[in-house]
């Protein structure tokens, strides 16, 4: 077996481990953002554990298109920190080994990353965000007797003002209704009620109120009349598929929920170059551009890896920390200023990947040529001594 291939093995075998940790500690650091709205979702539907579940779950793709690129740079990063640190690159340089051969599999495993993140941004982000949207909203209707307030003016059904004093969990049984029915524009309809019982349908998305023994008024503004209607039993059918509409599941999809072919689509036809055409625009270039930040992060983390092996290895993974930080800096400000408009948001979404990848290359061909490049940027000042600081 070559001497190249035993290499190469070694070296994508050490690169996994720490792949899959950090993949696992920054996927639980982000879901955690997340954790005010799962825990309002339990608080006010009951949810179950199968439900949170689904929930993080459709969650991951949107996380993971940041973290697999933060993993393969920081797996990437910590192997070379430890090749160093046990004197494994010189022993390879000293056997004839160029820092240039060490490549081609820091190379396939960027590439592995790309895929996964190119997966996740194409397929998995869209899926995540219609399934999230969806079971959202068919919890919220399934337990819409819960998100129905006592002495307080609810809102829940658009057109619809709904009022009771009191409401029985159990039995769905509300006590001293008052309904304000404004869905037809020329009649308004306030119904009372003593009585009335709350009947759900989820798989039709629709609600039906039953009252009893209750008074209709309706004013009729275009005739400019007054009618009064007293009833034993009274159904109002409240359609909850115009809140869905709203939530986007019927109408205009977000950029985010848009497959490659939507949103190529989308662009095509558009004509207005408004806000939403900017939106749509960056978020077809960041479906390639984050991908391709696995090779650019990776490139980088090689040489910081290497220079690093005379400091502290918090120091290096802070160093990589901290370059990854301007990275979704550069990203942000791009979003910002492609959204408004002020430059083409391809160069947006592109700039943070040349910027790392060009740094990348500069450090990787002073840490070829044996010098140090660290020292070189911190030869004075302030710097040189928090970077002595941090030596071993």
Known sequence: MKINTIIYRHLLQELLPPFLINMVFFSFVFLMTQILEITNMVVNYNMGLSRIGLMMLYNLPFFLEFVIPMSVMLSILLTFLRLSGDNEITALKAGGINLYQLLPPVMTFCLMGFLL???????????????????????????????????????????????????????????????????????????????????????KHSVMLRLYSGTINQVDISNRSVNTVQFSTYDISLDTRQQRAGAGLHGPKDEEEMYLGELSAYLDETKIKDRQYYLTLMEYHKKFSLPFACFALGILAVPLGIQSKSSRRSFGIGLGLIFFLVYYILLSAGWVFGEAGTYPPIIGMWVPNIVMAGMGIWILIYTVNERPFFEIILRNGVLKRIFQKYRG
Do not use: C
């Open 117 to 203: 993140t190119g997966f996740m941004a194409v397929y998995g982000l869209p899926w995540g965000r219609i399934a999230f949207k969806q079971l959202a909203i068919e919890t919220a209707e399934r337990h819409l007797d819960v998100a129905i307030k006592e002495r307080t003016f609810n809102d829940a059904f658009k057109g619809v003002m709904l009022y009771v004093t009191h409401m029985d969990a159990k039995t769905r049984t509300l006590t001293d209704v008052f309904i304000e029915d404004q869905r037809n524009t020329n009649i308004i309809s306030t119904v009372v009620a003593p009585k009335g019982n709350l009947i759900i349908d989820p798989e």
